[in-house]
């Protein structure tokens, strides 16, 4: 994390990631063995971005918006559809599973779950000492000397090596997990919604020791979560994502201070304040409806059945992610009607939360 | 007088590792037409303490009173207590998709909920009655959608239709338990205006249970806020917010990403809650707690009230006088801030 906020290479400098055209499609099941089906759901389609060194992206948007499936299309734990990955000045597309194996040291995940991401029959000190197995690094005395090191390192008791991970509570777990991803040193760290599953007080804890071990080894992360105000806390940049399309990507404080994605403006404004003295319905953009089916996304602009601000041609115009009102080069932004500064943005008169188009 | 009053609620279950005390001598009031928040992390008996009320936590012990209407919930037979529930008091769980059942339809749910309750209301008009429901919390085409199974509903019509068949008999209390976590913000803002206008309309009391401040921020009216079992401060919401009392309240507060605030270092509270089968002696917060006494380790704070106000009260031996409170805050944090800790 960078002091204000940008990354000092921001212009184009030293890219880590950068991901073109990237598509992701899952087929959909066919509900008759004699039919072959032809649908395909639209997890990611069409994402191009930039992630630099040493900084935090921050990757936000509801529950199906293809913000941990373009995650795992940069780690390729998944294979791509469409589009390129280049890590650190390598195209990795179409690397294979062995070919990869060497990169792993430098990309690493943490999950959400503290729970399910830890083998319950393994000892911490195994878990931790996989990454060092796995890649030949360090054996025997070697291995546990730095396996304890990197628990030090993430604030666990270097003594609590032989215990199982039932034995830990949800926040100390979330530190193995850390403490695994962290075991090799590498470049990029994607974190799956690390704090989402943790209470507020122990949540601080994590974010504290993602931010020191960000500093102390130049660490690059992807932070996806659903949480806006972590997300502002931590990233240096933050995408926003909808329907798998990046809506809108800028410097954190462009994004909470003047989001020009109507998407973005309904978002942070669904967000509640712990501040009692902010009059609710006074700021806040209830979106109508729910977000439509990515098997048949919406024609056009994705987000125009629910915006209070589409007209005709965002039915029919898919929006470029391009620098809107005067904004600078980094703040992009893809929609034909963006908010501008001060513009009050109403929730669509006469509609009441859910009305409007039925579900998918 | 208050709609609901529990007073020295104690639940303890007996385990084979020794007997878990979840709720340690509870006691707060709900009006009609008021919301009631209860904050507080995982295991701090927030949701056992209102399962209990509603006879829900079987194998455990429970001594105290919870008032509803001049009748004790807790020394009702089941009987009894299954005409209480549905018919006057509406519960809503957090996961959406686990509380309806899967093999039956949303419609069907709703009017075996009311006929369960009123025998002689005939099938039709209850079916006309879940229409009507569904179309109050906001649910498109209801006519149509009522003969929907869960799966075709998404996560916040499915929250909505729980909230439909909460408030089917118009009860007078509906306990929320936390019915937004498992939701996207978007939705969560849905579902809680839902919430807003049915209050507004009913006059309904709510007793909302959550672990996210900002939610509490926006509906609650009062809040209680809860640590190891037991209360640690009570007060209206701007007083929570504002002026709150306990270490506890305010180590909750200072980990919260400031919204709008120059990015620093988030000041987490040290260390874990404690074991609810060997709980610390004296205040159970205390081996966390920036301010911690000597007398904080043996002896255990009952509710004071703070700064002469009756209706803020905080289990805490720190000084009562808020401006007194205040500086003393000022110092202890101001000692604290420049030496990051990593455990």
Same mark, same amino acid.
């Given at each position: 994390?960078?002091?204000?906020?940008?990354?000092?290479?921001?212009?184009?400098?030293?890219?880590?990631?950068?991901?073109?055209?990237?598509?992701?499609?899952?087929?959909?099941?066919?509900?008759?063995?004699?039919?072959?089906?032809?649908?395909?759901?639209?997890?990611?389609?069409?994402?191009?971005?930039?992630?630099?060194?040493?900084?935090?992206?921050?990757?936000?948007?509801?529950?199906?918006?293809?913000?941990?499936?373009?995650?795992?299309?940069?780690?390729?734990?998944?294979?791509?559809?469409?589009?390129?990955?280049?890590?650190?000045?390598?195209?990795?597309?179409?690397?294979?599973?062995?070919?990869?194996?060497?990169?792993?040291?430098?990309?690493?995940?943490?999950?959400?779950?503290?729970?399910?991401?830890?083998?319950?029959?393994?000892?911490?000190?195994?878990?931790?000492?996989?990454?060092?197995?796995?890649?030949? /690094? +360090?054996?025997?005395?070697?291995? &546990?000397?730095?396996?304890?090191?990197?628990? %030090?390192? !993430?604030?666990?008791? $270097?003594? @609590?090596?032989?215990?199982?991970?039932?034995?830990?509570?949800?926040?100390?777990?979330?530190?193995?997990?850390?403490?695994?991803?962290?075991?090799?040193?590498?470049?990029?760290?994607?974190?799956?919604?690390?704090?989402?599953?943790?209470?507020?007080?122990?949540?601080?804890?994590?974010?504290?020791?993602?931010?020191?071990?960000?500093?102390?080894?130049?660490?690059?992360?992807?932070?996806?979560?659903?949480?806006?105000?972590?997300?502002?806390?931590?990233?240096?940049? /933050? +995408?926003?994502?909808?329907?798998? &399309?990046?809506?809108?990507?800028?410097?954190? %404080?462009? !994004?909470?201070?003047? $989001?020009? @994605?109507?998407?973005?403006?309904?978002?942070?404004?669904?967000?509640?304040?712990?501040?009692?003295?902010?009059?609710?319905?006074?700021?806040?953009?209830?979106?109508?409806?729910?977000?439509?089916?990515?098997?048949?996304?919406?024609?056009?602009?994705?987000?125009?059945?629910?915006?209070?601000?589409?007209?005709?041609?965002?039915?029919?115009?898919?929006?470029?992610?391009?620098?809107?009102?005067?904004?600078?080069?980094?703040?992009?932004?893809?929609?034909?009607?963006? /908010?501008?500064?001060?513009?009050?943005?109403?929730?669509?008169?006469?509609?009441?939360?859910?009305?409007?188009?039925?579900?998918? | 007088?208050?709609?609901?009053?529990?007073?020295?609620?104690?639940?303890?279950?007996?385990?084979?590792?020794?007997?878990?005390?979840?709720?340690?001598?509870?006691?707060?009031?709900?009006?009609?037409?008021?919301?009631?928040?209860?904050?507080?992390?995982?295991?701090?008996?927030?949701?056992?303490?209102?399962?209990?009320?509603?006879?829900?936590?079987?194998?455990?012990?429970?001594?105290?009173?919870?008032?509803?209407?001049?009748?004790?919930?807790?020394?009702?037979?089941?009987?009894?207590?299954?005409?209480?529930?549905?018919?006057?008091?509406?519960?809503?769980?957090?996961?959406?998709?686990?509380?309806?059942?899967?093999?039956?339809?949303?419609?069907?749910?709703?009017?075996?909920?009311?006929?369960?309750?009123?025998?002689?209301?005939?099938?039709?008009?209850?079916?006309?009655?879940?229409?009507?429901?569904?179309?109050?919390?906001?649910?498109?085409?209801?006519?149509?959608?009522?003969?929907?199974?869960?799966?075709?509903?998404?996560?916040?019509?499915?929250?909505?239709?729980?909230?439909?068949?909460?408030?089917?008999?118009?009860?007078?209390?509906?306990?929320?338990?936390?019915?937004?976590?498992?939701?996207?913000?978007?939705?969560?803002?849905?579902?809680?205006?839902?919430?807003?206008?049915?209050?507004?309309?009913?006059?309904?009391?709510?007793?909302?249970?959550?672990?996210?401040?900002?939610?509490?921020?926006?509906?609650?009216?009062?809040?209680?806020?809860?640590?190891?079992?037991?209360?640690?401060?009570?007060?209206?919401?701007?007083?929570?917010?504002?002026?709150?009392?306990?270490?506890?309240?305010?180590?909750?507060?200072?980990?919260?990403?400031?919204?709008?605030?120059?990015?620093?270092?988030?000041?987490?509270?040290?260390?874990?809650?404690?074991?609810?089968?060997?709980?610390?002696?004296?205040?159970?917060?205390?081996?966390?707690?920036?301010?911690?006494?000597?007398?904080?380790?043996?002896?255990?704070?009952?509710?004071?009230?703070?700064?002469?106000?009756?209706?803020?009260?905080?289990?805490?031996?720190?000084?009562?006088?808020?401006?007194?409170?205040?500086?003393?805050?000022?110092?202890?944090?101001?000692?604290?801030?420049?030496?990051?800790?990593?455990?």
């Amino acid at each position: 994390m960078t002091e204000n906020g940008v990354p000092a290479d921001a212009a184009g400098g030293d890219v880590l990631v950068r991901v073109q055209g990237l598509k992701k499609y899952f087929p959909v099941q066919s509900t008759s063995a004699f039919r072959r089906s032809h649908e395909q759901v639209h997890a990611v389609d069409g994402v191009d971005l930039e992630v630099f060194r040493g900084e935090t992206l921050g990757l936000v948007g509801e529950t199906g918006c293809g913000k941990s499936t373009l995650a795992r299309c940069i780690a390729r734990l998944l294979d791509l559809s469409e589009g390129h990955v280049d890590f650190d000045g390598r195209d990795i597309t179409n690397l294979s599973a062995r070919q990869m194996r060497p990169l792993r040291r430098e990309m690493q995940i943490i999950f959400q779950d503290p729970y399910g991401s830890l083998n319950p029959r393994r000892r911490v000190g195994s878990i931790i000492g996989d990454p060092f197995a796995l890649h030949g /690094v +360090a054996d025997g005395a070697e291995r &546990k000397r730095r396996v304890q090191e990197v628990m %030090e390192l !993430v604030g666990l008791k $270097p003594e @609590h090596f032989n215990r199982f991970p039932a034995e830990f509570s949800g926040g100390q777990r979330q530190r193995i997990g850390v403490a695994r991803a962290l075991a090799l040193r590498p470049k990029l760290i994607i974190c799956d919604e690390p704090v989402s599953a943790l209470d507020v007080s122990i949540q601080a804890q994590i974010i504290n020791l993602l931010a020191d071990l960000q500093s102390e080894f130049n660490l690059t992360y992807i932070f996806i979560a659903h949480d806006l105000s972590v997300v502002r806390h931590v990233s240096d940049r /933050v +995408a926003v994502m909808y329907l798998g &399309k990046i809506v809108e990507l800028a410097p954190v %404080e462009d !994004v909470y201070q003047v $989001p020009r @994605h109507p998407y973005s403006n309904a978002l942070l404004s669904a967000v509640p304040m712990p501040d009692p003295n902010q009059k609710v319905d006074s700021h806040q953009i209830i979106l109508s409806g729910d977000v439509p089916s990515p098997i048949n996304p919406p024609s056009g602009c994705r987000f125009h059945p629910r915006c209070p601000k589409a007209q005709a041609k965002c039915s029919v115009d898919d929006p470029a992610l391009i620098p809107v009102l005067g904004d600078p080069p980094g703040h992009v932004t893809a929609c034909h009607f963006p /908010v501008e500064t001060g513009e009050v943005m109403e929730s669509r008169p006469g509609v009441i939360a859910g009305e409007g188009a039925p579900a998918a | 007088m208050a709609l609901l009053e529990v007073s020295d609620l104690h639940v303890s279950f007996p385990t084979p590792d020794g007997v878990v005390q979840a709720v340690r001598g509870l006691s707060f009031a709900v009006e009609s037409g008021k919301t009631l928040g209860i904050v507080g992390e995982s295991g701090s008996g927030k949701s056992v303490a209102t399962q209990t009320i509603m006879g829900l936590t079987r194998g455990a012990r429970v001594s105290g009173q919870a008032m509803f209407e001049g009748k004790d919930l807790l020394a009702m037979d089941q009987k009894a207590l299954r005409s209480v529930r549905g018919d006057e008091v509406g519960m809503i769980f957090q996961d959406p998709l686990s509380s309806l059942h899967p093999y039956y339809r949303v419609g069907w749910q709703i009017v075996e909920m009311i006929r369960n309750n009123h025998k002689d209301i005939s099938k039709a008009k209850a079916k006309q009655r879940a229409v009507e429901l569904l179309g109050l919390v906001g649910i498109p085409q209801p006519d149509r959608r009522v003969d929907d199974f869960p799966h075709q509903f998404s996560g916040g019509m499915r929250q909505r239709a729980m909230i439909a068949m909460a408030m089917s008999l118009n009860p007078k209390l509906l306990i929320a338990d936390e019915p937004t976590t498992a939701l996207d913000v978007t939705v969560q803002a849905q579902v809680l205006q839902v919430m807003r206008r049915l209050q507004e309309e009913f006059g309904t009391a709510i007793i909302l249970i959550t672990h996210d401040l900002g939610v509490v921020a926006e509906v609650a009216d009062d809040v209680v806020v809860m640590y190891a079992g037991s209360a640690m401060e009570k007060a209206d919401r701007f007083e929570i917010f504002g002026a709150s009392h306990h270490p506890y309240t305010e180590g909750l507060l200072q980990s919260l990403p400031a919204y709008g605030g120059v990015r620093e270092r988030l000041h987490p509270i040290p260390g874990q809650p404690p074991s609810l089968i060997n709980l610390p002696g004296g205040c159970p917060f205390h081996p966390r707690c920036p301010y911690v006494m000597d007398r904080c380790r043996v002896e255990e704070p009952p509710l004071f009230e703070v700064g002469g106000n009756p209706t803020h009260t905080s289990a805490c031996w720190l000084t009562l006088d808020l401006v007194e409170r205040t500086a003393l805050r000022a110092k202890v944090v101001g000692e604290q801030l420049p030496t990051p800790s990593r455990p």
